[in-house]
């Protein structure tokens, strides 16, 4: 169907005067649609056999078209919704875009450039890649959906370990909620092989505590990312993970709130 759109499209613009081509294409462009097209996809795929800066360069402009601005049409779509359910993640778009260039400072691997497009709502407050918030990407092959906590600081993996202590129970059933099991499956946690230090090996919420990340996450196929309806699948996803997220952000807020002073010992 996209091909036979495409052609049409191709054919339609031969037929025209030279200004009145350029302005189609400058209306074609202006508000792009909120999925990718096949274009995007093949771009990524040749990313990946051709991941160096002389080729990247001169197609640079065709990044933008087909990849750039259609996940910044999907964002803004998402996050419109978003302030329904995630409020405290609402953010411009180009904030929550992460650039398709790779940081190879500390990186054995130096290929300049990741081989998918990927978004990341963090909550306001945060850091870009700490708390709990939410993500996806697009690579050639698949759609990932996540969200969570992946990468907690230090003093906020510490914060959601505490908390975890008193409300595993509740946190465990918002887990097991059916529509959450049908339709994702937990990250795997990178657990720790013991306790970690000043904790109690028997805890009934150790195999929560000693895990390093907590969330959900599913896969797609990379059609998805082509079909009307995609922003509005993955507004589905995330607002079904919202209390996922919003209790693992609860100790963590709780711990960067600013404590009141207390005069002549009264609060």
Not at 53 to 59: G, I, M, Q, S, V
Not at 62 to 79: D, Q, S, Y
Not at 100 to 108: K, L
Request: with cysteine; glycine share 4%.
């Amino acid at each position: 169907m996209w091909a036979i759109q495409d052609q049409f499209f191709l054919l339609t613009l031969s037929g025209m005067p030279r200004a009145a081509k350029s302005a189609a294409k400058e209306s074609a462009a202006a508000v792009p649609a909120a999925h990718l097209r096949p274009e995007g996809l093949a771009f990524l795929r040749a990313l990946a056999r051709n991941n160096d800066r002389e080729w990247f360069t001169p197609r640079k402009a065709i990044f933008e078209a087909e990849l750039k601005e259609p996940m910044l049409a999907i964002i803004r779509k998402v996050t419109e919704a978003m302030t329904s359910f995630a409020p405290s993640h609402v953010r411009p778009a180009e904030k929550c875009l992460f650039r398709i260039y790779r940081d190879t400072r500390f990186s054995n691997n130096k290929l300049p450039y990741k081989t998918h497009v990927a978004a990341w709502w963090s909550h306001q407050g945060l850091e870009k890649t700490s708390g709990a918030g939410y993500y996806f990407h697009i690579s050639a092959k698949d759609v990932v959906v996540a969200a969570g906590a992946y990468m907690p600081e230090k003093d906020q993996l510490a914060s959601i370990r505490h908390w975890l202590l008193d409300h595993h129970a509740e946190f465990r059933k918002l887990l097991q909620k059916p529509a959450v099991r049908r339709t994702f499956t937990e990250f795997e946690g990178n657990a720790l092989t013991r306790p970690p230090k000043g904790f109690c090996r028997d805890h009934p919420a150790m195999d929560l505590v000693q895990c390093r990340q907590w969330g959900l996450s599913a896969t797609l196929p990379v059609a998805a990312a082509l079909e009307a309806g995609f922003a509005a699948a993955l507004i589905r996803y995330f607002r079904l993970a919202a209390p996922v997220v919003d209790a693992l952000n609860t100790p963590i807020a709780a711990a960067l709130a600013p404590r009141r002073k207390v005069l002549f010992g009264l609060k």
